[in-house]
DNA sequence: CTGCATCCGGAATGATACTG
DNA sequence: CAGTATCATTCCGGATGCAG
């Protein structure tokens, strides 16, 4: 298998992407990230389990019943190929050039 | 919609970046792609199709039933974006570190 | 009130057989 | 060789329920 298949089974599910896009902001709680990207949120729930399992990024207990989802390294270190990516969406028809 | 999601939406669907990454060796046929990638004949099809309509691909007739599918300026352009992805795959357990 | 699990219908994906 | 047709399977998304 290439590495780019390997890496799309880390993050080439629907949502995978945009929720570390999200993170490479900060780190963000449940609920910030479900309104924010419109996410279901089972699906982020999913999401949120595998990209851990991953190592993409790690929960932060915050207080009781409360945490915050952050990168890791690793999750970071998607940010050149997120950003790469969200440039060439720029160019898509339906964008307007700004 | 973000760029990025307008991206996903485009090249996120199962196969896409990988046939897309095939291409950026140069022009492939059908079977080449369906051989090398090890993808489903029905999804090779669809995706094929789907990228040619975003412009991500064009055909070119070679002869009678014969024809390759090669990459456009702006499927080129997913170059980097491909790139760096493959090489956040190396990182990933089960990739030796060479 | 926030963080999730479960249930279920619909869409995407995959295997295989068949056609021009 | 380059696809299409068909059907099984798996994934996704919306609603709802429930625990901390």
Same mark, same amino acid.
């Given at each position: ?20 896009? %999200? ?8 609920? =910030?990230?479900? &309104?924010? /990207? @419109?996410?279901?949120? !089972?699906? #982020? +729930? ?16 915050? %207080? ?8 890791? =390294?690793?999750? &970071?270190? /998607? @940010?050149?190929?997120? !950003?790469? #990516? +969200? ?12």
């Amino acid at each position: 298998m290439s590495n780019l298949a390997a890496a799309l089974d880390v993050v080439g599910s629907r949502w995978a992407l945009l929720i570390v896009e %999200r993170l490479l902001d900060g780190p963000q709680r449940y609920g =910030d990230l479900q &309104r924010d /990207l @419109g996410v279901p949120t !089972n699906m #982020l +729930a999913t999401r949120l389990r595998e990209l851990e399992a991953a190592g993409v990024l790690s929960r932060l207990p915050l %207080r009781h019943n409360t945490r915050a989802y952050a990168l890791t =390294d690793r999750g &970071r270190a /998607l @940010g050149e190929a997120i !950003n790469a #990516l +969200a440039r060439w969406g720029e160019d898509l028809p339906g964008n307007d050039a700004d």
